[in-house]
């Protein structure tokens, strides 16, 4: 796996902050004075503290966080969504009281309408009276065999059909 530019210099970075971190933990500052009598410890620790302050953050710690970041912001924003059971029962109560008034106004603007709208009166007209076909009454009698040589099967079947239908009417309506 070759290394890029970049994660090579990072690497050096964190090593370099690694080691000086490890130099002020475990080694005590011994100080020395110098030529002019001035400890020297004041200048290590400034050195020290100037390498602690800088602080290479990998990118994809940093890209990590910020998803961390929005999850929590969504959550949150989730949570400040969710309504109780008893609200929403309420408000569908409410929309259910509105939709039903509504409905009540415009029946009444219906009926107003209605009560202004002239009403087209239609003449009905009377349908002319056909004069009832007289036929012979029917009498039960017996079929001749002259009356049924003379008829198709067709005419015998509609006849007979005819004469069912007749005395299922005469049973049902007199019986």
């Not at 059971?85 to 929309?95: A, G, L, R, V």
């Not at 009276?129 to 009698?141: C, F, K, L, S």
């Not at 079947?157 to 049902?172: A, F, G, V």
């Amino acid at each position: 796996m070759a290394l890029t530019e970049e994660q090579r210099q990072r690497k050096n970075e964190m090593a370099k902050l690694n080691r000086a971190k490890k130099k002020a933990t475990k080694a005590p500052v011994v100080e020395y004075e110098s030529e002019n009598n001035e400890p020297i410890e004041d200048d290590v620790k400034d050195e020290v503290q100037e390498v602690e302050k800088v602080e290479v953050e990998d990118p994809e710690i940093a890209r990590k966080k910020a998803i961390a970041d929005k999850r929590r912001e969504s959550l949150t924003l989730a949570r400040s969504k969710i309504k109780p059971k008893s609200q929403i029962t309420k408000e569908k109560d409410n929309e259910i009281a509105l939709m039903k008034a509504e409905n009540e106004r415009l029946k009444a603007e219906n009926a107003k309408v209605l009560a202004v709208k002239p009403q087209v009166t239609r003449q009905s007209v009377q349908p002319v009276r056909q004069r009832p076909i007289r036929r012979e009454p029917r009498q039960e009698r017996e079929v001749s065999m002259d009356y049924l040589a003379d008829q198709n099967y067709g005419e015998q079947l509609r006849e007979r059909h005819k004469h069912n239908m007749y005395q299922r009417m005469m049973s049902d309506t007199f019986m």
